[in-house]
DNA sequence: CGGGTGGTGGGTAACGTTTCCCAATGGTGG
DNA sequence: CCACCATTGGGAAACGTTACCCACCACCCG
């Protein structure tokens, strides 16, 4: 009696050496494009590997060389912003040998060291980590075990390299935007940061720190007025009926991310306060869902797409060589002005 | 001269195993919670690879045994339901040693094959593939070589599980609202579903399905109309385009996904129509998006999350006996009434 | 004509883990 | 007291691939 489906051995280097006449050396030097095969050997392994239908497994050349994979971390699957950058990554690395997976959404230094610890486990080649909480001590231990390219944190190392959009400037943006507008209580709802060592380096407290830049150049020190919640859209939810219980009210309200922004505009819809003609709303990140007609959110673009293209080209650099010198790309954001925002009533 | 950060050699179990002056082989079974290890020996080994910080190379466990990873392929990641059903998978999981890796974002056919292959030659467990549109045959191939539960698609096999909602049953429940209301002109935005031999088991299909039947035996067979786009905010957009150029306009559009919504919404918001007082609006997925206060979208909640802690005990199940008989989960839609939905104006 | 030299090809030992066996021990029932 | 068994431990051969090195063959140059 025989197994219904017992899956047919799978075919390896062996079998493609055998059928093709030659040794498993010379299949593994065409596979890899190494140097060492005669382009007639070169022609005769590759038809024996359609013939056969081959295909190597990771977990074996992962024990010797590499295994053509790339790990990358998002810190929120729901942020409609980082699909953007995964976007860029799986673009710039179609044309190449190299396949992405990604690690599932984590929150917290424990869970992303959990998760960065099973990228490495299982012999990815080269790690992207896109807004990382932990310090910067393990990013560094990280990047001394595998390629690393660290995405949307500020501050560089020698191990690593980084891609980053200014958000000082973004924010400035914004602020200057509500400013230009003839806005002066201008409040900032941002992602609570409780640790000092990431105080300068995560985006959320740039942002924070250019609003608070941009007031005081705007002569607006006084109205300074920032809400400490988290990004989602829970903390925004929060932020603003906070902000709806203070005596004098914001005229216009940026919220550090689009997603914060959707809670802002649930909880003043419930408060029946109109957007914008009450206040003015600003979000961060120019997802898709700010674009979108019914809320059509003015926002900060970053332009997600080339930050994950640049992101992948470095790590493709970096595991070409290992020892090169760190590299840090900054881009710079962009406002798209939209309907949520408008000169404050008289 | 030494390399600055030349990484240090990784701990291995032949390391564990000299530490605690015990074999290679002891070391293995009590990392596999093996037969043939006495309690002391657990103990004295779990000290060494404490110690020592030791950690298993999926890499070189695959080549024998298990790499304990699971791969899950999501259809699109934009859309704001999969992270429910992703939820509920690593949540079922999280108590477990299985790691899940995801796919990234892929598109058509072609795509897809691609990489569920990559998931396959990089030695997982098991493949959880949400809505996949491969044909059947392909999902049967893939099934006999590893152990693979699919999610939200109709249609079964013994070679693998399903996790369903019921789809037809949905779609009965957004008709059957909007006529109570009083509607009688509802039409339907379908995603285009070309290939016949999907016609049966894809989501979009049965929604589609659901609505003509629903229609049907309320009496309504007349008014069927359908538009056949795309699940996305463009195929929303487009759709309700179409309708509103109908000499007859319906007075409700049941979207068949909250992402279609979002585009017959902003449609809507552009031509000047209002929702719901001109026109009623209902999506499907009950998303985070549907939930929030200035969209307020009445839709159907499928329980992600539910789905997804199915599909991974499914999977588990199988990885433990692959000769189990296979098993249908069917779960059931609930209707989420919000402000998009209404009477329509006499 | 001897000895480099550059282009080919292959043999073999890793890589880190698990699986398959066998050995030794001590207890147990006939 | 002998066979048998259950328990505990380890040796060694896989698993599929790559890295390292050596052999061979022309060919060219002095």
């Known amino acids: 009696m025989e197994e219904p489906s017992a899956s047919p051995r799978r075919v390896t280097i062996v079998d493609v050496a055998r059928h093709a006449q030659v040794s498993t050396t010379a299949v593994s030097k065409v596979l890899r494009n190494a140097y060492g095969a005669s382009p007639e050997m070169r022609a005769k392994v590759r038809r024996a590997i359609d013939e056969l239908g081959y295909r190597p497994l990771a977990a074996a050349r992962g024990l010797r060389g590499q295994t053509y994979t790339i790990g990358v971390m998002l810190p929120d699957i729901r942020n409609p912003f980082f699909p953007e950058i995964l976007d860029g990554i799986t673009g710039r690395l179609a044309d ?20 960065t610890e099973a990228l490495i486990d299982r012999g990815m080649d080269g790690l992207i980590l896109v807004a990382p909480v932990s310090p910067g001590s393990h990013l560094e231990h990280l990047a001394s075990v595998v390629p690393t390219v660290i995405v949307g944190r500020h501050g560089h190392s020698a191990a690593y390299d980084t891609v980053n959009d200014d958000d000082i400037a973004g924010a400035a943006l914004v602020v200057g935007h509500l400013a230009e507008l003839g806005h002066r209580r201008i409040a900032h709802i941002e992602h609570r940061e409780t640790d000092p060592a990431r105080l300068e380096e995560m985006p959320n ?32 939810l929060q932020g603003a009926k906070e902000l709806l219980a203070r005596p004098r009210r914001p005229t216009a309200v940026f919220a550090g991310a689009d ?21 003015s709303v600003a979000g961060y990140d120019n997802t898709t869902f700010a674009a979108l007609g019914p809320v059509s959110l003015t926002s900060v673009d970053q332009a997600g797409r080339e930050i994950g293209e640049n992101a992948a080209r470095l790590l493709l650099e970096r595991i070409a060589d290992r020892n090169k010198p760190s590299v840090q790309v900054r881009l710079s954001p962009k406002l798209v002005p939209r309907r949520t925002t408008a000169e404050p009533r008289r």
């Open 205 to 236: 407290a740039q942002r924070a720190e250019g609003y608070r830049r941009a007031m005081r150049s705007l002569g607006l020190a006084g109205e300074i007025d920032v809400v400490s919640t988290s990004y989602t859209p829970q903390g925004g």
């Open 259 to 279: 997603i914060v922004a959707m809670g802002v505009l649930e909880a003043f819809a419930e408060a029946g306060v109109c957007v914008p003609d009450d206040i």
């Open 96 to 115: 190449t040998d190299y396949q992405v997976l990604l690690g599932p959404g984590c929150n917290g230094e424990k869970e992303e060291a959990r998760i």
